[in-house]
């Protein structure tokens, strides 16, 4: 299928977030950045009643340059842009976030709403990887 951060954006269930550092993959971006204005144009998912466009907030992250790769598989599908993994010959489970999107952000409490998508798209990240086993690559850390 692809890079499932390109499949969210297209159908509409995240937007992307401006990349902070200067060495990010601009390729990538470009690949995100036309899925969006595709999923805009379309008006689907988040851009269903799109009058203006949204700006992203911006959050400061650090870059890591080793950039590490390893194999895993999907325990845990917490949001549309969260997952919990185990890496393979690991026993402790990591939460991980998708670079350079946001998916709408689930309710925390009882009664309280979801945004608009925010359940399609933690579903369909779960119908996609969870059980699976991934490809990750660590783009930065947060501090």
């Given at each position: 299928?692809?890079?499932?951060?390109?499949e969210?954006?297209?159908?509409?269930?995240?937007?992307?977030?401006?990349?902070?550092?200067?060495?990010?993959?601009?390729?990538?971006?470009?690949?995100?950045?036309?899925?969006?204005?595709?999923?805009?144009?379309?008006?689907?998912?988040?851009?269903?009643d799109?009058?203006?466009?949204?700006?992203s907030?911006?959050?400061?992250?650090?870059?890591?340059?080793?950039?590490?790769?390893?194999?895993a598989?999907?325990?845990?599908?917490?949001?549309?842009?969260?997952?919990?993994?185990?890496?393979?010959?690991?026993?402790?489970?990591?939460?991980?976030?998708?670079?350079?999107?946001?998916?709408?952000?689930?309710?925390?409490?009882?009664?309280?709403?979801?945004?608009?998508?925010?359940?399609?798209?933690?579903?369909?990240?779960?119908s996609?990887?969870?059980?699976?086993?991934?490809?990750?690559e660590?783009?930065?850390?947060?501090?």
């Amino acid at each position: 299928m692809g890079d499932i951060d390109i499949e969210l954006v297209k159908k509409g269930l995240a937007k992307i977030l401006i990349p902070q550092d200067e060495d990010y993959d601009k390729e990538h971006f470009k690949k995100l950045k036309d899925a969006q204005d595709i999923s805009q144009i379309n008006k689907v998912g988040l851009w269903k009643d799109l009058i203006k466009k949204e700006e992203s907030k911006n959050k400061t992250k650090t870059y890591d340059p080793t950039k590490s790769k390893f194999d895993a598989k999907v325990l845990e599908v917490h949001s549309g842009d969260s997952l919990t993994i185990l890496p393979v010959g690991s026993d402790e489970p990591k939460r991980i976030f998708l670079a350079s999107i946001k998916a709408p952000i689930m309710a925390r409490r009882d009664g309280d709403d979801h945004e608009p998508w925010a359940w399609e798209s933690k579903e369909f990240v779960r119908s996609q990887t969870i059980g699976k086993k991934v490809k990750i690559e660590m783009e930065f850390k947060r501090e």
